[in-house]
């Protein structure tokens, strides 16, 4: 399973095997509960993750201390507060398992020491990263200006793998909803 890093990584880039066990050697696999917290806001994340199995959450807690969900990442992404890892400022957001997962984790100090033994792992990392963000603003922009139940069709058309996988409460502070509004919804659209 940990083999699925590399294939991620060879999209971009051809990768020797050498360097791949150098990689696969480099990370961690690690197991996480629905709501475990892999990362606590108010500090600087240090960590990296990739996503093996399952869902990871990025959310805060708003002034009024309800948590707020800024995004999903799923299997074959990876996932760190990226400001923070690469600026080393303090997060505001954290990241929480949105249901069981399966990740592979790297320490930004590991990560750091990678690339000087495989240079070019950077520019893979970098590039994925990237075509991440990009993704996330497109869907992200594809919900704004459109009623709840708008949004809500566009999030199962968009993303229902996740739809299926990840509490419904989680899909409402997505959405910007509260739980109410999301379960009135799906009772219309039945």
Request: net charge positive; with cysteine; proline share 3%.
């Amino acid at each position: 399973m940990p083999q699925r890093l590399i294939s991620i990584l060879q999209l971009t880039h051809a990768i020797p095997h050498a360097d791949q066990e150098t990689i696969l050697n480099a990370f961690t696999m690690r197991q996480f509960r629905e709501g475990d917290v892999l990362f606590k806001g108010g500090k600087i994340c240090q960590e990296m993750f990739f996503v093996l199995n399952g869902v990871l959450r990025i959310m805060v807690t708003n002034e009024k201390g309800n948590e707020v969900t800024h995004y999903f990442l799923k299997e074959n992404q990876f996932c760190t507060i990226l400001n923070s890892f690469n600026d080393h400022v303090t997060a505001h957001e954290s990241i929480c398992a949105a249901c069981n997962v399966q990740v592979l984790s790297i320490t930004k100090a590991d990560l750091w020491t990678l690339y000087t033994r495989v240079p070019y792992l950077k520019a893979i990392i970098d590039t994925i990263t990237n075509q991440t963000l990009l993704e996330k603003i497109q869907i992200r922009n594809a919900y704004l200006g459109q009623d709840s139940a708008m949004r809500y069709r566009q999030f199962l058309s968009r993303q229902a793998d996740i739809a299926t996988r990840v509490p419904l409460s989680d899909v409402a502070s997505y959405l910007g909803i509260t739980p109410q509004s999301l379960s009135r919804i799906r009772k219309n659209l039945r």
